[in-house]
C-alpha cells in the first residue's frame, strides 16, 4: 500500500498503490520488459489497462478511486518476444473516507445494557456505544479509551475491542472518577474518534460510616431524648448525619417500629434527605422506637442501632381517693 518494499496489503487509505514481483529468469535470450496489466476489480476480471515497456520490477499506480479493489498481472517478455503472464495478484481496496465517528457513549454500573449512571459501588464499570460504520474497508476494531478524571481528562489507556460495542472495566478504583472516549478503525488504517466525550462515573465501595446520635424526641426536631410523651399529635425521630468518604450521603431511611427495642415490623420511610422524620399517627398506650438507614450515592448503605423507646401516654392517673383531714397526726 505504501511503499514499493512494503507486505502485500488488503487495503490502501489513499489513491497511491505500490505494484511489485519477483524478476522473471529466461535462460536463453535474457528478459527484455514487462507489461502491467491492471484491472478494477478484485479479481483480474473487467476492463484492463496495459502499461508496456516496464524494466524494473514495481510500479506506482495514482489517481485510483475510492472503494474500489484493484488488482495486476505482470507479463513478462524476453528479447526473443516470448512472453509469459503471471496469476492475479491479490487485491487491494482504496478507502480514502474515514469511518463515522462512535456514537451514544453511556457508562453503565451494573451490566452492559444499563444506562447511564454518576456512581457505581463496585469495581467493575460498564462502557457502552454504538458502532462507527464505514462503507469501504469496513470497521476493523474500536479503541476505547477510557480516562481516570471527569470530562476526559487525567491519565488514560487504550483498549481494543473488536464486534462488541460495550467493554467491561473489572479494575475499577474506589474513589475514582472514569470517562471515556471511542475512536472507529477501519481496515484501511483510518481512524475517527466519538464526537464527544462520555458522562462520568464515580466508584464508590465503601458504605457511609453507621448513623449515631439517634434521638426520640417528643415536641420538635431539635428536643432531647424523652422517654415519654403526653399526646398523640406527633413524635420526632432525630440523628445525626455520618460521614461518607466516597460520593457522600444521598438519603435516609427510617424504619419505625411500634414497639421498643426496635422489635416487631417495622414501617419504612424512605428518601429522606433531612436528619429528623416526624411521625403523625401515633397510638395512645404505646411504645415506638427506631432505626435509621443512611445511602450514598453510589448505593452503599449502613444501617444504625436501635434508638431508645418513647412511649406515648395521654391517659390521666385515677384521682387520688380516701381524703382525709387529721387533727392531731
Same mark, same amino acid.
Given at each position: 500500500?505504501?511503499?514499493?518494499?512494503?507486505?502485500?496489503?488488503?487495503?490502501?487509505?489513499?489513491?497511491?498503490?505500490?505494484?511489485?514481483?519477483?524478476?522473471?529468469?529466461?535462460?536463453?535470450?535474457? !528478459?527484455?520488459?514487462?507489461?502491467?496489466?491492471?484491472?478494477?476489480?478484485?479479481?483480474?476480471?473487467?476492463?484492463?489497462?496495459?502499461?508496456?515497456?516496464?524494466?524494473?520490477?514495481?510500479?506506482?499506480?495514482?489517481?485510483?478511486?475510492?472503494? %474500489?479493489?484493484?488488482?495486476?498481472?505482470?507479463?513478462?517478455?524476453?528479447? $526473443?518476444?516470448?512472453?509469459?503472464?503471471?496469476?492475479?495478484?491479490?487485491?487491494?481496496?482504496?478507502?480514502?473516507?474515514?469511518?463515522?465517528?462512535?456514537?451514544?457513549?453511556?457508562?453503565?454500573?451494573?451490566?452492559?445494557?444499563? $444506562?447511564?449512571?454518576?456512581?457505581?459501588?463496585?469495581?467493575?464499570?460498564?462502557?457502552?456505544?454504538?458502532?462507527?460504520?464505514?462503507?469501504?474497508?469496513?470497521?476493523?476494531?474500536?479503541?476505547?479509551?477510557?480516562?481516570?478524571?471527569?470530562?476526559?481528562?487525567?491519565?488514560?489507556?487504550?483498549?481494543?475491542?473488536?464486534?462488541?460495542?460495550?467493554?467491561?472495566?473489572?479494575?475499577?478504583?474506589?474513589?475514582?472518577?472514569?470517562?471515556?472516549?471511542?475512536?472507529?478503525?477501519?481496515?484501511?488504517?483510518?481512524?475517527? %474518534?466519538?464526537?464527544?466525550? *462520555?458522562?462520568? !462515573?464515580?466508584?464508590?465501595?465503601?458504605?457511609?460510616?453507621?448513623?449515631?446520635?439517634?434521638?426520640?424526641?417528643?415536641?420538635? *426536631?431539635?428536643?432531647?431524648?424523652?422517654?415519654?410523651?403526653?399526646?398523640?399529635?406527633?413524635?420526632?425521630?432525630?440523628?445525626?448525619?455520618?460521614?461518607? *468518604?466516597?460520593?457522600?450521603?444521598?438519603?435516609?431511611?427510617?424504619?419505625?417500629?411500634?414497639?421498643?427495642?426496635?422489635?416487631?415490623?417495622?414501617?419504612?420511610?424512605?428518601?429522606?434527605?433531612?436528619?429528623?422524620?416526624?411521625?403523625?399517627?401515633? $397510638?395512645? $398506650?404505646?411504645?415506638?422506637?427506631?432505626?435509621?438507614?443512611?445511602?450514598?450515592?453510589?448505593?452503599?448503605?449502613?444501617?444504625?442501632?436501635?434508638?431508645?423507646?418513647?412511649?406515648?401516654?395521654?391517659?390521666?392517673?385515677?384521682?387520688?381517693?380516701?381524703?382525709?383531714?387529721?387533727?392531731?397526726?
Amino acid at each position: 500500500a505504501d511503499s514499493v518494499i512494503g507486505a502485500a496489503a488488503s487495503y490502501d487509505d489513499d489513491t497511491e498503490v505500490y505494484f511489485k514481483w519477483s524478476s522473471a529468469v529466461d535462460n536463453e535470450s535474457s !528478459i527484455r520488459d514487462y507489461t502491467i496489466t491492471h484491472y478494477p476489480t478484485a479479481d483480474c476480471t473487467s476492463t484492463a489497462t496495459e502499461i508496456t515497456g516496464q524494466t524494473g520490477t514495481s510500479y506506482t499506480l495514482g489517481s485510483l478511486v475510492n472503494g %474500489t479493489s484493484y488488482t495486476f498481472k505482470v507479463t513478462a517478455f524476453d528479447q $526473443a518476444g516470448n512472453s509469459t503472464e503471471s496469476d492475479c495478484s491479490n487485491a487491494i481496496l482504496i478507502d480514502t473516507t474515514a469511518p463515522s465517528a462512535p456514537s451514544s457513549l453511556v457508562t453503565s454500573s451494573d451490566s452492559s445494557s444499563g $444506562a447511564n449512571a454518576d456512581y457505581d459501588d463496585d469495581t467493575t464499570v460498564y462502557i457502552q456505544w454504538t458502532n462507527g460504520a464505514d462503507a469501504e474497508s469496513g470497521i476493523e476494531n474500536h479503541t476505547v479509551t477510557i480516562y481516570e478524571g471527569a470530562g476526559c481528562t487525567g491519565s488514560s489507556s487504550d483498549v481494543d475491542v473488536s464486534g462488541a460495542e460495550f467493554y467491561a472495566l473489572t479494575t475499577a478504583t474506589h474513589g475514582t472518577t472514569y470517562s471515556f472516549e471511542v475512536t472507529a478503525n477501519n481496515y484501511a488504517g483510518t481512524s475517527t %474518534t466519538s464526537a464527544a466525550c *462520555s458522562s462520568d !462515573i464515580t466508584v464508590d465501595t465503601s458504605a457511609p460510616a453507621v448513623t449515631t446520635g439517634l434521638i426520640t424526641a417528643a415536641d420538635t *426536631s431539635g428536643g432531647g431524648d424523652t422517654r415519654y410523651d403526653q399526646d398523640t399529635d406527633e413524635i420526632f425521630f432525630v440523628w445525626d448525619a455520618p460521614a461518607d *468518604s466516597g460520593t457522600g450521603i444521598e438519603s435516609y431511611t427510617v424504619h419505625h417500629y411500634s414497639q421498643g427495642g426496635c422489635t416487631g415490623t417495622a414501617t419504612d420511610v424512605t428518601s429522606l434527605t433531612n436528619t429528623y422524620y416526624e411521625l403523625t399517627t401515633v $397510638a395512645d $398506650a404505646t411504645t415506638y422506637s427506631f432505626l435509621v438507614t443512611a445511602l450514598d450515592y453510589a448505593g452503599n448503605s449502613s444501617t444504625s442501632i436501635c434508638s431508645g423507646n418513647i412511649t406515648i401516654d395521654e391517659t390521666n392517673p385515677t384521682s387520688p381517693t380516701l381524703l382525709k383531714i387529721a387533727a392531731d397526726d
